[in-house]
């Protein structure tokens, strides 16, 4: 069975919703990560986790869940606007599939389990550098094409209902949003395996 992921990197959820990965791959479950912007409203000088806030809050309950499944969890000093680091990876996952995955956790990491802020200039940069094989790509950070993609992947997932993230679809038809438990993912699986009969 195929599905599709849509996340973005300053989704917290997305990162907790990690820990549905091996449930799915155990499963058979093929998954295709896609971009989906979430917050096209951050300024490009990101969001501050401001003391005390409601982002602070959620945050918190977060780590809390994210301790539970045993994912390591930081919560960075401000979020960024991913707008650019989506467009990138997407062209990254298109023209460079092999190193892909590693830019991708590499970004997920830097930001949810070691706290890093990636909203100053180059922070961003610096974790592609530390991944390594993408020496040869720095044209692609405002290459037009990567902008496109992030939106047209935006515009299908809402074609499918799709408006948060993360949320995957499973076969082409069933959304399976936010961080569900592992008995509730195998039974939506299940469920969907059993139409394809």
Known sequence: MDAIL???YVCPWCWLGRSVAPVLDELGVTVTTMPYELHPEFSTDGV???R???LE????AIGGRCAEVGLA???PPALPNSRRMLAFAELVRLRRPERFEALDDAWFEAIWARGRDLTTPGA????VAEVG???DVAAWWDDPEGFDAVDASKAEANEH???ATPTWLLDGAVGLPGVQDEATVRRMVERVANRRR
Do not use: K
């Open 6 to 8: 849509w996340r973005d």
């Open 124 to 127: 961003a940069e610096a974790i």
């Open 57 to 60: 809050a959620t945050l918190l």
């Open 133 to 135: 094989g993408l020496d």
């Open 73 to 75: 969890f930081s919560a």
């Open 52 to 54: 005390g806030g409601r």
């Open 161 to 163: 209902g799709i408006g």
């Open 48 to 50: 501050p986790v401001r």
